[in-house]
């Protein structure tokens, strides 16, 4: 079983719909947790850290439950723009710049 | 100011063949990560290097070395390539020796390896 799983996707949704992205981790020792976005053949970029009382950037809203081991995205107002593909990720405490990242899910935003 | 730079941006090799990659930080970053993406998948953590020292290392075998040089620049070397090792490998270069707190690793734009 892979330590962080995502769907792959990909999500095709209009210009304007919110779309929700899930992602689970599997040990229990993991402390931090953030969002990547990756844009097509680029290198990954941090979107966004996740903490368990939740939070949100603009149109962005990221929420975490440790006790179901579960990460979720919510984009409201999709652009163009946000067409890429989103990676999961968790550090585990002591594990210094070691990130586990998902597999991403990709994201197609249409006119 | 110039973000993380990587050389080559592509490259193409044999299997049997070693290839080393490089990696210069964001000025005033003291640690420098490797990470290898194969394709439709996410990043995969092979090396963590602070103050030139080995810090973390990933599940990889040990055609995969790499090393910290007083500028924290970073080189990755493979040897005896599989056609496994295709791969977009990237570095990445924090501030401190742990980014646990904020996550942000900022990557550069990552060699592209073949090994044909």
């Known amino acids: 079983r892979k330590e962080v799983e995502q769907d792959p996707g990909p999500f095709n949704v209009p210009e304007g719909a919110t779309v929700a992205f899930n992602c689970t981790y599997s040990?229990?020792?993991?402390?931090?947790f953030f969002w990547y976005r990756q844009d097509c053949r680029k290198e990954p970029k941090l979107l966004m850290s996740?903490?368990?009382s939740g939070n949100e950037d603009g149109r962005f809203t990221a929420q975490l439950n440790r006790a179901s081991q579960y990460i979720s995205l919510l984009i409201r107002d999709s652009k163009l723009s946000d067409s890429a593909t989103y990676l999961c990720v968790v550090n585990r405490a002591g594990t210094a710049s070691k990130l586990t990242f998902g597999t991403g899910t990709r994201l197609q935003v249409t006119l | 100011d110039a973000g993380v730079t990587q050389s080559p941006t592509h490259l193409i090799k044999t299997r049997g063949q070693q290839v080393t990659l490089r990696c210069s930080p964001i000025?005033?970053?003291?640690?420098v990560s490797w990470y290898q993406q194969v394709l439709g998948q996410g990043p995969q953590f092979i090396f963590q290097y602070y103050e030139k020292e080995e810090r973390g290392r990933g599940n990889f075998p040990d055609r995969f070395s790499a090393r910290q040089f007083p500028n924290y620049s970073s080189e990755l070397n493979v040897n005896a390539l599989l056609l496994g090792d295709s791969a977009l490998y990237l570095c990445?270069?924090?501030?401190?020796?742990?980014?646990?707190?904020?996550?942000?690793?900022?990557f550069g734009e990552g060699s592209r390896l073949t090994v044909l």
């Open positions: 990445a270069s924090s501030l401190a020796g742990q980014a646990p707190n904020t996550g942000e690793l900022f």
């Open positions: 040990n229990s020792a993991s402390q931090s």
């Open positions: 000025s005033g970053h003291k640690s």
């Open positions: 996740v903490y368990s």
